[in-house]
């Protein structure tokens, strides 16, 4: 699991606003992509406060606060778990939904530690058929090949959201629901699983885990 975590760092430093817009890309973005714009440019400005990044929990909350409004778990959760959904119970899915929500936000509040001399590019939308948008990124560093970075949006009464982010060709989505099916099989059960992520969440979030 935390190679999974690790691979998704790099979407962590896009959304925490680590990663600054080139000045071409700033300017005449559409909707969908404001939205990502925005969110980066409120974590950006509160994480110049490095008193502020050394509390973990206080980080945590305030990213939450920040990111969780632009990110449907209510979407996100069932395609991660995929068949494991249909046959859960509704206090199994909540539960799963708020502790992978907490995996996460977490996992992407850490990510920030690994910030170098990013900018980021936005490319033109794909605007699917109107309702569903792919926001396409490149992620540039000195030196190094440009990464991809998508986001799969869909437009909801509370506005664009966030269900899933591509990175190199590789899904969000995907590679969790292939890991959790993996970790149920070898649990034994979905509510082990929600176990093993509560525990790992509470370490985490009280200074003794990752």
Do not use: C
């Not at 990213?63 to 249909?86: C, E, R, T």
């Not at 982010?165 to 590679?175: F, H, K, W, Y």
């Amino acid at each position: 699991m935390q190679n999974l975590i690790k691979k998704y760092a790099l979407f962590a430093l896009v959304m925490l606003g680590l990663i600054p817009m080139t000045n071409a890309a700033a300017g005449g973005l559409q909707e969908p992509q404001q939205v990502i714009q925005n969110v980066s440019e409120q974590l950006r400005q509160r994480f110049q406060d490095k008193a502020f990044t050394r509390d973990f929990a206080q980080v945590t909350r305030f990213v939450d606060g920040v990111i969780y409004p632009h990110a449907d778990f209510d979407v996100i959760a069932p395609l991660v778990l995929g068949k494991h959904w249909k046959t859960a119970s509704l206090a199994e899915r909540e539960r799963f939904k708020n502790e992978f929500r907490t995996l996460l936000i977490r996992s992407y509040s850490r990510a920030f530690v690994e910030y170098a001399n990013w900018t980021l590019h936005f490319q033109p939308i794909d605007a699917g058929d109107g309702k569903k948008v792919v926001v396409k990124t490149e992620v540039l560093q000195p030196g190094q090949k440009p990464v991809q970075v998508n986001y799969r949006m869909f437009q909801g009464k509370g506005g664009w959201k966030v269900y899933d982010i591509i990175i190199e060709g590789v899904s969000l989505v995907t590679n969790y629901r292939s890991s959790f099916s993996e970790d149920i099989q070898k649990k034994g059960s979905l509510s082990a699983l929600n176990d093993s992520l509560a525990k790992r969440n509470a370490e985490a979030l009280s200074g003794k885990g990752s």
